[in-house]
């Protein structure tokens, strides 16, 4: 097999194969032999979260299911579907998700599993859509633990320990436009003295900084209602679309302007058709209490200029509290703070570590899918090592990664 790596390209897996099956009971099967095993979703951790020296199980092969229930409030689909597809099936009978990622392409169960997020004081990560989940166990038994179960808040955002995630049923609701604005050159004053307000002003809001200064390069608003004013809080509306990264095609990036249009193609920045470029980049993200995003920005602001000497863009988002034991939002509402690095791990990993330090003192949580070097405390982890042990007695899911978050 030849060497096989994430999106990204920082990580070569060291899987002795890839399994592909093409039904449920062929996944069953392959589970049950299988001696040590991780589930492989679209490939967009920057981590070895994924990896194993056993086997990697894609479950991209599976047939396509978007099962809608009568009552139109939730839908089932299986572990392979990308967030994408499922939105445009979706769509096309009326229905939406509450929120979506900055890109479309990934996995359903590869960003539930890792509470991956959109933005929005009001909004949930992914996860919190989910009101069952349907896992093969490492003995090859499917069970489906479901919202109100005792385990629940423990299987959702599981990061794969719990076994291979084959099927999802998500909370949907009726489908809804929304207006994308760019504004640019946010100025300092205005984020120390409005941020509360400016990260609430819209379904979903986006800042964007190189860290080059104290200003906010771009702020993206995602309204249900239309914007008249051609500043905000001291930003000024873009006279055309923007890339969050300079110097990038916008052309890739979801329509702006305030033209009115589905959910699906305004929540995401980035247009499914596009495929993103892979190998050009690395990802850390820390989310602190809301109620401290004025500190953390703050706190960032210390180490500034060794940030944007190896920074691609940084993007500040909100998050709403939920209960799930290993969701970086668990029981606070949160800021999570973004960082798209360049593609030198070398150079990367020191300046990872002074954004924890600086952090820290806030309760910085860490996204589990993306690079981080200090060792997480994880909000419900001995609960969560009891249920991964209860699921999975033999190890079987275990890597190196969760042997070490989980000790």
């Given at each position: 097999m030849e060497p096989l790596t994430n999106w990204a390209g920082n990580i070569t897996f060291g899987?002795?194969?890839?399994?592909?099956?093409?039904?449920?009971?062929?996944?069953?099967?392959?589970?049950?032999?299988?001696?040590?095993?991780?589930?492989?979703?679209?490939?967009?951790?920057?981590?070895?979260?994924?990896?194993t020296d056993g086997d990697l199980l894609s479950l991209a092969g599976l047939p396509r299911t978007?099962?809608?229930?009568?009552?139109?409030?939730?839908?089932?689909?299986?572990?392979?579907?990308?967030?994408?597809?499922?939105?445009?099936?979706?769509?096309?009978?009326?229905?939406?998700?509450?929120?979506?990622?900055?890109?479309?392409?990934?996995?359903?169960?590869?960003?539930?599993?890792?509470?991956?997020?959109?933005?929005?004081?009001?909004?949930?990560?992914?996860?919190?859509?989910?009101?069952?989940?349907?896992?093969?166990?490492?003995?090859?038994?499917?069970?489906?633990?479901?919202?109100?179960?005792?385990?629940?808040?423990?299987?959702?955002?599981?990061?794969?320990?719990?076994?291979?995630?084959?099927?999802?049923?998500?909370?949907?609701?009726?489908?809804?436009?929304?207006?994308?604005?760019?504004?640019?050159?946010?100025?300092?004053?205005?984020?120390?003295?409005?941020?509360?307000?400016?990260?609430?002003?819209?379904?979903?809001?986006?800042?964007?900084?190189?860290?080059?200064?104290?200003?906010?390069?771009?702020?993206?608003?995602?309204?249900?209602?239309?914007?008249?004013?051609?500043?905000?809080?001291?930003?000024?509306?873009?006279?055309?679309?923007?890339?969050?990264?300079?110097?990038?095609?916008?052309?890739?990036?979801?329509?702006?302007?305030?033209?009115?249009?589905?959910?699906?193609?305004?929540?995401?920045?980035?247009?499914?058709?596009?495929?993103?470029?892979?190998?050009?980049?690395?990802?850390?993200?820390?989310?602190?209490?809301?109620?401290?995003?004025?500190?953390?920005?703050?706190?960032?602001?210390?180490?500034?200029?060794?940030?944007?000497?190896?920074?691609?863009?940084?993007?500040?988002?909100?998050?709403?509290?939920?209960?799930?034991?290993?969701?970086?939002?668990?029981?606070?509402?949160?800021?999570?703070?973004?960082?798209?690095?360049?593609?030198?791990?070398?150079?990367?990993?020191?300046?990872?570590?002074?954004?924890?330090?600086?952090?820290?003192?806030?309760?910085?949580?860490?996204?589990?899918?993306?690079?981080?070097?200090?060792?997480?405390?994880?909000?419900?982890?001995?609960?969560?090592?009891?249920?991964?042990?209860?699921?999975?007695?033999?190890?079987?899911?275990?890597?190196?990664?969760?042997?070490?978050?989980?000790?």
């Amino acid at each position: 097999m030849e060497p096989l790596t994430n999106w990204a390209g920082n990580i070569t897996f060291g899987a002795r194969r890839v399994l592909r099956p093409r039904s449920l009971d062929e996944a069953r099967e392959l589970i049950t032999a299988a001696t040590k095993l991780r589930v492989l979703g679209s490939g967009h951790s920057f981590n070895r979260l994924a990896d194993t020296d056993g086997d990697l199980l894609s479950l991209a092969g599976l047939p396509r299911t978007v099962e809608i229930a009568p009552d139109r409030r939730t839908v089932r689909v299986d572990g392979g579907i990308r967030y994408g597809d499922l939105a445009t099936r979706l769509h096309a009978e009326g229905l939406a998700l509450h929120n979506m990622a900055s890109l479309p392409h990934i996995s359903v169960a590869g960003a539930v599993a890792t509470a991956t997020h959109g933005s929005g004081v009001g909004n949930g990560n992914l996860a919190t859509a989910v009101a069952a989940v349907e896992i093969i166990r490492a003995d090859g038994e499917l069970v489906t633990v479901s919202r109100g179960d005792t385990d629940f808040p423990g299987s959702v955002a599981a990061l794969g320990a719990l076994g291979a995630v084959v099927a999802l049923t998500l909370d949907v609701q009726p489908a809804f436009e929304l207006r994308q604005y760019v504004y640019e050159n946010l100025p300092a004053a205005s984020v120390r003295s409005d941020l509360p307000a400016i990260l609430a002003d819209g379904y979903s809001v986006s800042l964007f900084t190189r860290w080059t200064s104290a200003d906010v390069d771009q702020v993206w608003l995602k309204r249900l209602d239309p914007m008249t004013a051609p500043t905000f809080h001291g930003a000024t509306l873009a006279d055309g679309p923007r890339h969050p990264v300079p110097g990038m095609p916008t052309g890739n990036c979801t329509q702006q302007g305030g033209v009115p249009g589905p959910w699906h193609e305004r929540l995401p920045h980035f247009r499914m058709e596009f495929t993103p470029s892979s190998g050009e980049e690395l990802q850390s993200e820390f989310h602190v209490p809301l109620d401290r995003a004025g500190d953390a920005i703050d706190a960032v602001a210390q180490v500034r200029e060794r940030v944007a000497a190896v920074l691609q863009v940084s993007e500040v988002r909100t998050i709403a509290a939920d209960d799930l034991w290993l969701s970086p939002n668990h029981e606070r509402d949160s800021l999570a703070l973004h960082f798209t690095w360049i593609a030198d791990t070398e150079a990367v990993l020191p300046v990872v570590a002074d954004v924890e330090k600086v952090l820290a003192p806030l309760g910085a949580r860490p996204h589990l899918g993306k690079i981080f070097t200090s060792a997480p405390e994880l909000p419900r982890a001995a609960e969560f090592s009891a249920l991964v042990q209860r699921f999975d007695p033999t190890a079987k899911f275990r890597n190196d990664f969760l042997d070490r978050l989980l000790s």
